[in-house]
């Protein structure tokens, strides 16, 4: 990777205090050698591409404006982020990208000193880099606090929560929209370079600031005057909205112009109080494949670059997503009723074709998951039978939307979390560890968890015809390869809920499995003759095979990809509790701890839910059982 004849001045720099010392001149080829390095790294490891690719030449401005990490740099997101890797020490570390003990794909505070603020769910930068403005503030540190946004993050309404706070601030802050979105048309040109440059320099921040304090004794001149001005700028930037909201607003300028976005930054430098700079970038710029399929490109695993990805539909075994999808073409024909939210995640949820057959029942609310929760709670009140289809990490931001305007009011609407329980090279941020043990305790809550494809069909029916709300939580990738029954029946006829499923009678040891963990189960038992039951529903619970299976076996176990703390394994030991049961128990789920980025059965025997790892533990806990008074020895 480090080849010197193709790299010979990124390979020079190993901190952006080496990039400082450049000349200007010589910016545009540390450019063109870091999109390269990134093209190269991420066809070897996979990884968020079009992002990273987009934002090169703001990258390489603004660590050669700023003097980070003094200066706060505090980035949305992280998909953007490699370059900011690349130039902040970690070039060689780019081979271990979202490997087993490797660099994060994300900001990670404990990685580095230029991470200033860990991130991996979106629309947080601005919150962030305005508590670090205002803590540097109040100690007398002079710092600059820079937060860059996407287009997308800027969709949701903590973004906006903190623009209005920090309009409403005298906090010397930078927020730059990176807006991949837009096409650089012809206002992103030479007149809107010289005008940011012009609108963000001196000369004119004396005379706006100057002229404020002269008219500021003589209001309603002073209220003309900044009429006047908002009127002049509108008519050549769109930033009104940003004005209003109490930030002095630059651009739109070309952020692949790098000497335009350089003169610009230093302007904002020596600038007071809240700044807004709109620059438009292009994902995936410099590669072309990713450039007109930027979507594609947003996640890639390992590939030839000089031939791109193979973009053709998988022949394999469906993914979880897949059957969702499926299931949703399948029931709108069905059920005229239906209708789908998602936010911002049609393709990874499987919603691709639904979108394209559906248009006018498919709602994508961009990255604002409370919205998209109580818009479904608003659905459903209508009449209509909502589902939302989310990622478990994701659910988390709608939690209170889900408890006060979902549960409480008992309204009908399915959730379809998808990616629940670990999620491999995403790590931590992106881990669904927590939805099983958040959702058991809200009253009027069905809960579900499929064990396979056909399974999770049938559920997702289940779920829609239930008077009330329910989820679905199921994992990422695919399950055992069952095929599904795609039939009027299995779109009209629901589990019985709370019924649990003995899939295997054995010996002394019962495993109660739930979902995605029933193969695991199945594999054990076969080695130590145990019982097997696929619980299917953690909500409500089958409390009666839980009683009968822990008074006929010596040994109770269960196992789910969930936080054990208040997981499944607990809604057990309540039952045996509630009714008096003095049972061994063995409770084995996901450890304690934020887990780290790895492939998922590197994270699952992490917890030690691989078939070996399972075994031993029953075999140390029912060791000392067993040397007791063994009752069906």
Known sequence: MDDPQRFPLLLTIDSPADLRRLPVEQLQTVADELRDYIIASVSRTGGHLSASLGTVELTVALHYVFNTPIDHLVWDVGHQSYGHKI??????????????????????????????FGAGHSSTSISAALGLAIAAQQRGEKRQSIAVIGDGAMTAGMAFEALNHAGNSESDLLVILNDNEMSISRNVGGMSSYLAKLLSGRLYATVREGGKKMLSVVPPVRELARRAEEHVKGMVTPGTLFEELGFNYIGPIDGHDLDT????????????????????????????????????YHGVSAFDPAVGLHLVPSKGKPS???????WLCDMAAADPAMVAITPAMCEGSGMVEFAQRYPERFFDVGIAEQHAVTLAGGLACGGLHPVVA?????????????VHDIALQNLPVLFAIDRAGVTGPDGATHAGAFDLSFLRCIPNMLIMAPSDEDECYRMLTTGLRHDGPSAVRYPRGGGPGRAVERSTAALTTSLPIGRAEVRRKGQRVSILAFGSALGTALEVAARIDASVVNMRFVKPLDAQTVLQQATTHELLVTIEDNAVMGGAGSAVNECLAAHGVDAAILNLGLLDVFG??????????????????????????LAPILAKTPRLA
Request: net charge positive; hydrophobic share 35%; aromatic share 8%.
């Open 596 to 621: 780290e980025h790895g492939s998922r059965d590197e994270l699952l025997a992490d917890s030690g839910l691989d078939p070996d790892a399972i075994e031993s533990a029953i075999a140390r806990r």
């Open 390 to 402: 989310i990622y478990s990490t994701f659910l988390q931001r709608a939690y209170d939307q889900l």
């Open 320 to 326: 979880y997503s897949q059957i969702f999808g499926d």
């Open 261 to 296: 976005l350089v003169v610009t930054l230093r302007n904002l430098q020596s600038l007071k109080g809240p700044q807004f700079l709109h620059v438009v970038t292009r994902k995936g710029k410099g590669y072309r494949p990713a450039e007109e399929n930027p979507c594609a």
């Open 87 to 116: 130039l902040t020490g970690r070039r060689r570390e780019m081979a271990t990208l979202r490997k087993r003990g490797g660099i994060s794909g994300f900001l990670k505070r404990s990685e580095s000193a230029f991470d200033v």
